[in-house]
């Protein structure tokens, strides 16, 4: 997919083993894009992979094929000699390594067309200072740019770490699995993705094979990488509501939780678009997909977050539907104070508010229940009722401060809001 990513005779810099060893294998075992320069940043501080990508691929690469000798993509336009790359560029005396030392705090430069601030790597050293330098990386991608100066483009895969693209973010605008580097610096959070193209990959040339499978064992570090498709939908969907595309809202949003592997954690910024965005039907259909879901089951912090977003969109007999159930299974004090205690901190007000008046009933002088009850009345405006349960706070614990501290404050608000008659 990040092949496919690419227009012909591309470079893309590539982050380590994970997004090379993979594409490698596809170019030269497969034949695959074989157009696509392939440049991993790790390799690109050694002096022999930069004359490998001065030149041709490196003969123990070399593989015979029925079309005759590979080789993956054209060469670099290195304009660097051999000495220089292997003495002085990749060299390791202190009148080298002076060359390479760069202002901590980054340094403007302008290259094809471009201005941005490059910034240092700054390394401490034994004494207790720093000192800024650029990695020979650096050199070689910012020299790339300009070497290369728009005539092929250059692509970086989302799966370089920000430290890695030289401070050109600004100048870099997605398109699914990649970054294009592009002439103009993108000036919104809009122009950061180029949504014709994005569109095009993620929905029509990608290829999702068994991401969605749970049959097949995923380990940590491959569910890191392919999060890298759920955050492509989620900002497809996030762009596509700002322009009011309902359809490809949708689209987006059902592509992020079919297609690829998330979580609730991840799911939880689809559900915050489509409420920003008050697109509130189409967000109670992902709400109740996301009843049906494991979490949801076994996790109550998953199901508290479903009912605030059903009090929100007003889904409020469902949501009071729900609540009963949840409360019917609790048959202990502890646990029936915890779960609307959990309300409260989660401005489900109006609802703990009624549990706790059972509790009440049952428990009418626990300062425990109380108070909460009265944190609930304070956050929905009823603030005498609030005042008279601190009252009661006060008779059974006389010296309470926080039911001290929060009998002056309504005190001051029903002052506040309540007219003074005696002046007429």
């Given at each position: 997919n990040i092949l496919a990513s690419c227009e012909p005779n591309a470079i893309?810099?590539?982050?380590?083993?994970?997004?090379?060893?993979?594409?490698?294998?596809?170019?030269?075992?497969?034949?695959?894009?074989?157009?696509?320069?392939?440049?991993?940043?790790?390799?690109?501080?050694?002096?022999?992979?930069?004359?490998?990508?001065?030149?041709?691929?490196?003969?123990?690469?070399?593989?015979?094929?029925?079309?005759?000798?590979?080789?993956?993509?054209?060469?670099?336009?290195?304009?660097?000699?051999?000495?220089?790359?292997?003495?002085?560029?990749?060299?390791?005396?202190?009148?080298?390594?002076?060359?390479?030392?760069?202002?901590?705090?980054?340094?403007?430069?302008?290259?094809?067309?471009?201005?941005?601030?490059?910034?240092?790597?700054?390394?401490?050293?034994?004494?207790?200072?720093?000192?800024?330098?650029?990695?020979?990386?650096?050199?070689?991608?910012?020299?790339?740019?300009?070497?290369?100066?728009?005539?092929?483009?250059?692509?970086?895969?989302?799966?370089?770490?920000?430290?890695?693209?030289?401070?050109?973010?600004?100048?870099?605008?997605?398109?699914?699995?990649?970054?294009?580097?592009?002439?103009?610096?993108?000036?919104?959070?809009?122009?950061?993705?180029?949504?014709?193209?994005?569109h095009e990959n993620v929905f029509e040339k990608y290829q999702y094979r068994y991401l969605d499978d749970p049959t097949i064992y995923l380990p940590p570090n491959s569910i890191k990488l392919v999060t890298n498709y759920f955050i492509g939908f989620a900002q497809l969907c996030e762009l596509y509501t700002l322009s009011g595309d309902r359809e490809n809202t949708i689209r987006s949003a059902w592509g992020a939780l079919k297609k690829t592997p998330n979580d609730f954690d991840k799911r939880i910024i689809l559900y915050q678009i489509l409420a920003q965005s008050k697109i509130n039907d189409v967000l109670y259909e992902f709400l109740e997909w996301e009843m049906t879901s494991r979490e949801y089951k076994n996790d109550i912090y998953n199901r508290i977050f479903i009912y605030q977003h059903l009090a929100a969109i007003n889904k409020n007999e469902k949501l009071n539907t729900l609540l009963e159930d949840e409360w019917e299974k609790l048959h202990d004090f502890q646990s029936q104070l915890e779960f609307g205690t959990l309300l409260i901190r989660d401005e489900l007000d109006t609802q703990a508010k009624r549990f706790l008046e059972e509790l009440i009933e049952k428990n009418p002088g626990n300062i425990d229940v109380l108070k909460p009850y009265s944190a609930a009345l304070y956050s929905i405006g009823e603030y005498s009722q609030s005042l008279e349960v601190v009252n009661r706070i006060l008779q059974l614990a006389p010296g309470d401060k926080d039911a001290i501290e929060t009998r002056e404050i309504l005190n001051q608000i029903l002052e506040s809001i309540v007219p003074d008659t005696t002046q007429n």
């Amino acid at each position: 997919n990040i092949l496919a990513s690419c227009e012909p005779n591309a470079i893309l810099f590539s982050n380590g083993d994970n997004d090379t060893f993979p594409i490698w294998y596809l170019q030269e075992v497969s034949g695959i894009r074989k157009d696509v320069r392939l440049v991993n940043l790790s390799l690109l501080n050694t002096d022999w992979y930069i004359l490998q990508l001065k030149y041709e691929t490196a003969p123990i690469l070399k593989r015979h094929t029925r079309d005759g000798l590979t080789q993956s993509g054209a060469t670099l336009p290195i304009e660097y000699t051999d000495d220089f790359i292997e003495n002085t560029l990749c060299g390791r005396e202190e009148k080298d390594l002076a060359m390479r030392l760069w202002p901590e705090e980054g340094q403007d430069v302008s290259i094809a067309g471009i201005k941005w601030k490059v910034p240092a790597q700054v390394f401490s050293l034994g004494s207790g200072e720093t000192l800024g330098m650029l990695r020979v990386q650096d050199i070689m991608v910012f020299k790339t740019v300009e070497w290369v100066n728009w005539e092929r483009p250059v692509y970086f895969a989302v799966t370089v770490a920000l430290e890695n693209k030289i401070g050109l973010s600004d100048y870099l605008a997605m398109e699914g699995m990649v970054y294009r580097l592009m002439p103009e610096k993108a000036l919104t959070p809009e122009q950061h993705v180029n949504l014709p193209v994005m569109h095009e990959n993620v929905f029509e040339k990608y290829q999702y094979r068994y991401l969605d499978d749970p049959t097949i064992y995923l380990p940590p570090n491959s569910i890191k990488l392919v999060t890298n498709y759920f955050i492509g939908f989620a900002q497809l969907c996030e762009l596509y509501t700002l322009s009011g595309d309902r359809e490809n809202t949708i689209r987006s949003a059902w592509g992020a939780l079919k297609k690829t592997p998330n979580d609730f954690d991840k799911r939880i910024i689809l559900y915050q678009i489509l409420a920003q965005s008050k697109i509130n039907d189409v967000l109670y259909e992902f709400l109740e997909w996301e009843m049906t879901s494991r979490e949801y089951k076994n996790d109550i912090y998953n199901r508290i977050f479903i009912y605030q977003h059903l009090a929100a969109i007003n889904k409020n007999e469902k949501l009071n539907t729900l609540l009963e159930d949840e409360w019917e299974k609790l048959h202990d004090f502890q646990s029936q104070l915890e779960f609307g205690t959990l309300l409260i901190r989660d401005e489900l007000d109006t609802q703990a508010k009624r549990f706790l008046e059972e509790l009440i009933e049952k428990n009418p002088g626990n300062i425990d229940v109380l108070k909460p009850y009265s944190a609930a009345l304070y956050s929905i405006g009823e603030y005498s009722q609030s005042l008279e349960v601190v009252n009661r706070i006060l008779q059974l614990a006389p010296g309470d401060k926080d039911a001290i501290e929060t009998r002056e404050i309504l005190n001051q608000i029903l002052e506040s809001i309540v007219p003074d008659t005696t002046q007429n």
